[in-house]
């Protein structure tokens, strides 16, 4: 069984980068799709990133594309988010997840990090 642990968060100004980690630890990660997902305080989870595990295609969620980039190394299980030019509503609690299935909805990913607060100040 895989699991899943997010770092690299932290409070960060408006316009500033971060990057996330997720270390994976257990066999399946290099099998697995990636997603990353955010939750915000008395939000639902949303859809951020996810890169297939052979071919590493992308797909973004609107807001943030052109600013997140989303990658993984193999030969490391460790996939990474990579967030520029942050803005105030990015703040959330950012998840990784693994699942089979190319998606963009929550259900479509079985393992879960515990998340990594990522808090963007003005």
């Known amino acids: 069984q895989v699991q899943l642990v997010e770092s690299g968060g932290g409070l960060v100004q408006a316009g500033g980068s971060l990057r996330l980690s997720c270390a994976a630890s257990g066999r399946g990660f290099n099998t697995s799709v990636m997603g990353w997902f955010r939750q915000a305080p008395g939000k639902e989870r949303e859809f951020v990133a996810t890169i297939s595990w052979s071919t590493f295609r992308t797909y973004y969620a609107d807001s943030v594309k052109g600013r997140f980039i989303i990658s993984r190394d193999n030969t490391k299980n460790t996939g990474y988010l990579q967030m520029n030019n942050l803005k105030l509503e990015d703040t959330a609690v950012y998840y990784c997840?693994?699942?089979?299935?190319?998606?963009?909805?929550?259900?479509?990913?079985?393992?879960w990090g515990q998340g990594t607060q990522v808090t963007v100040s003005s």
């Open positions: 997840a693994l699942g089979a299935v190319f998606g963009t909805t929550s259900g479509q990913y079985k393992t």
